[in-house]
């Protein structure tokens, strides 16, 4: 939904790669919906034929949600940007923001990307240079928001990690 609301003030640029995002979540739970149903009536017509596509989104979760998680973020980033180059309007880039924001706080995807992000902005040494006033102003703002937050209970001693995580460790409401 949020991601729809973000089209509506994206610009024709930054409208597709974000319908690729809304694709990538719908293929999912699409998915995840559809073998449920399939492993309660097997017999489900046309099901069978798509079990394979099911077990390949089932087996590749983490990896298309840490892909759309990558976008997500990426947009966000450019978006601050975007309207100095006509990508987008100035408002996407508040909106986009704020969405971040939201989902940093939610999602442990979106803060897996940013550790990820942060950790390989300090091994290059040419970013050492920008980091402090493009990302790391950003990455300071937006976990801001958490430091305050209670961390969930199985999360909170991995939130942090390189390990990657596994799609039953997973809840399902992670999965957005």
């Not at 979540?25 to 489900?44: D, F, K, M, R, Y």
């Not at 999602?107 to 390989?120: A, E, G, I, P, W």
């Not at 970013?127 to 961390?151: C, E």
Request: aromatic fraction near 14%.
């Amino acid at each position: 939904m949020a991601t729809l609301f973000l089209m509506f003030f994206s610009g024709f640029i930054m409208r597709p790669i974000l319908g690729l995002t809304l694709f990538l979540w719908a293929g999912i739970n699409v998915c995840h919906s559809c073998s449920s149903i399939l492993e309660e009536n097997p017999t489900t017509p046309g099901l069978p034929l798509l079990k394979p596509v099911f077990e390949f989104v089932k087996m590749n979760m983490v990896g298309l949600i840490k892909i759309k998680n990558y976008i997500e973020v990426s947009i966000c980033i450019l978006s601050c940007v975007g309207w100095l180059f006509a990508l987008n309007p100035p408002f996407f880039g508040i909106v986009s923001m704020q969405f971040l924001r939201l989902k940093y706080t939610t999602s442990y995807y979106t803060r897996f990307v940013f550790n990820k992000l942060n950790k390989s902005a300090s091994r290059m040494p040419i970013v050492k240079i920008i980091y402090p006033y493009s990302f790391g102003m950003l990455n300071t703002w937006i976990t801001s928001t958490v430091k305050n937050a209670p961390a969930p209970e199985e999360k909170a001693k991995e939130e942090y990690s390189d390990d990657e995580p596994k799609v039953s460790e997973v809840p399902a409401e992670d999965l957005d």
